[in-house]
């Protein structure tokens, strides 16, 4: 074992004064090899020889368990960090070698990690945390919530620790009444009363009805909306925040199934899209809710579900299909919004004419729809959501970097519903930047908190001045309509 103390502290310990030290060490006395950081390297036997001749009991004993470590002199209690409790044993975030035992400590991830450093953030502690055990500490932070899940680190490391994922099970463990507010509060209030903001079912009907007959008046002629139309085909959930704060939003869906002459139905009960289980890290809560939607496609004998909105509900509802009910995916079929309105494009059943988008545009890829989907299901969607906008539109641009390296709007994994907003615009801030550089006038994306993040967050924060589609309303914008008489009267 080697001995490691700087002069000074020798000095106290043996009670004389630093040259004496110095002394000891430059006749031999001592024989010591000088270190980083000024602190002197003592094999164990030349200390213990030394304590031998003034009568002293060393103040370190060797580890027979770690021959050949080294040990330094402890610092008095006074300024000593709290020591580290190790909990190697009995630690629970840390299960698989898939995650942080085989990490290399290279740094990549928090190179990576747009928000690592603000608040001592940093996913590579995080992960060493995790595998040495100290799992309340790592709990009791608010990193995880800060974090947006994006999963940049991850995408970096190269042993494939999954991040994200411990990340996620550091969320589950957290203790429910912890939970940041909103993220908690809407998985209650959608378990107790079937939707995120509670929103009562006779009003939810009502303002669909009402909604079904203004687009009948203004561009869909005898549209009517489908609720709990049993042997429609496609069974479409409803993110709960467009009939509160924004119906309209609805409608562009609702005209595209029309021109396509789909066959589809809105259920009147359970027919929530958002599952912030995956959020908050209550797994019990998300299969439930996707529990809820299989019973509707069951009760309505539909064949087919699209989640419109946005990327977290998508890649919950299919994780939770493949996880928790596979048996379902035998019996119907899951799109994804680009798999639909590809299908439709392909098939002819739609028409797009890019003539009246003229600004340059961008697509700005979810996390969740890309990497994510990347990663677990074998598939990310970036070609696809390329060939949709660039056949809206006449200029495109991409940003850089994009598809799967692309950076996260900021908002991601809860982080737009919770308290943590200065870390929501500094992470936004690469996205900002990102956008400012295409120079594109127009962000098209596929996920309803990226286009809140963009619209109404970086656009103020980073004076970016850019409009904000999603890709479905901009393909609604650019629909060429069939004439009245065949629209909305086909079926697939
Ligand atoms: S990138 Fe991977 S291997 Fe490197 S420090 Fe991070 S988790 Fe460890
Ligand atoms: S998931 Fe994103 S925000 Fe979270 S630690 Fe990794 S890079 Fe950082």
């Known amino acids: 074992m080697i001995y490691e103390a700087k002069v000074n502290e020798l000095a106290q310990e043996f009670g004389v004064h630093r040259n004496t030290i110095r002394n000891w060490i430059n006749t031999g006395i001592l024989p010591a090899r000088e270190g980083p950081g000024r602190r002197y390297l003592i094999q164990w036997e030349d200390y213990r020889r030394l304590c031998d001749k003034y009568g002293r009991e060393p103040r370190i004993k060797p580890d027979p368990a770690a021959p050949g ?23 629970e975030l840390d299960t698989s070698p898939g995650l942080a035992d085989i990490c290399l400590t290279c740094g990549s991830c928090a190179g990576a990690c747009p928000i690592s450093g603000v608040d001592e953030l940093d996913p590579r502690k995080i992960v060493r945390m995790a595998f040495l055990g100290l799992e309340d500490e790592v709990v009791a932070s608010s990193w995880p919530w800060k974090c947006t899940l994006c999963g940049k680190c991850e995408a970096v490391c190269p042993m494939n620790v999954e991040i994200v994922q411990l990340l996620r099970r550091i969320r589950a463990r957290c203790d429910r009444d912890k939970v940041p507010g909103a993220l908690r509060k809407g998985v209650v209030t959608c378990l107790e009363k079937g939707n995120n903001l509670g929103i009562p079912k006779d009003d939810f009907l009502a303002l669909a009805r009402e909604m079904g007959k203004e687009l009948a008046r203004t561009s869909c002629p005898g549209f009517g909306t489908p609720i709990d139309v049993r042997g429609a085909r496609l069974l479409v959930t409803v993110n709960s925040k467009q009939p509160f704060a924004e119906p309209e939003a609805m409608t562009w869906w609702w005209k595209i199934f029309h021109a396509a002459g789909e066959s589809w139905t809105i259920s009147s009960e359970y027919w929530e899209g958002i599952n912030w289980g995956l959020h908050a890290g209550d797994y019990g809560a998300m299969r439930t809710m996707v529990k809820r939607i299989i019973d509707n496609i069951e009760r309505l004998n539909c064949t087919a579900l699209l989640l419109p909105e946005c990327g977290h509900a998508y890649y919950a509802t299919r994780y939770a299909l493949e996880r928790w009910f596979p048996e379902s995916l035998q019996q119907f079929k899951i799109y994804s919004v680009f798999d639909l309105l590809l299908e439709y494009l392909n098939q002819g059943k739609i028409r797009l004419d ?71 615009v500094f992470h936004g801030r690469l996205k900002a930047r990102q956008i400012s550089a295409s120079g594109a006038h127009l962000v098209v994306t596929s996920c309803l908190t990226c286009r809140d993040q963009i619209l109404y967050s970086l656009n103020r924060e980073f004076n ?28 697939v």
């Open 354 to 424: 890019p003539a009246g988008q003229t600004k340059l545009t961008t697509f700005h890829d979810s996390c969740n729809y890309g990497r994510h989907s990347q990663k677990t299901f074998g598939h990310g969607y970036f070609e696809e959501a390329r060939i949709l906008t660039k056949a809206c539109c006449k200029r495109y641009i991409d940003l850089v970097p994009d598809q799967e390296e692309n950076y996260c709007c900021g908002a991601g994994g809860g982080a737009w519903a919770d308290p943590f907003e200065a870390e929501r």
């Open 464 to 491: 970016l001045h850019v409009e904000v589609q999603f890709l479905w309303q901009l393909v609604a914008n650019s629909l060429i309509m069939p004439p009245a008489e065949t629209a909305g009267a086909r079926r």
């Open 69 to 91: 470590k080294s040990t330094t002199v402890p610092r008095s209690s006074a300024t000593a960090p709290a020591p580290v409790r190790l909990n190697v044993e009995t630690k």
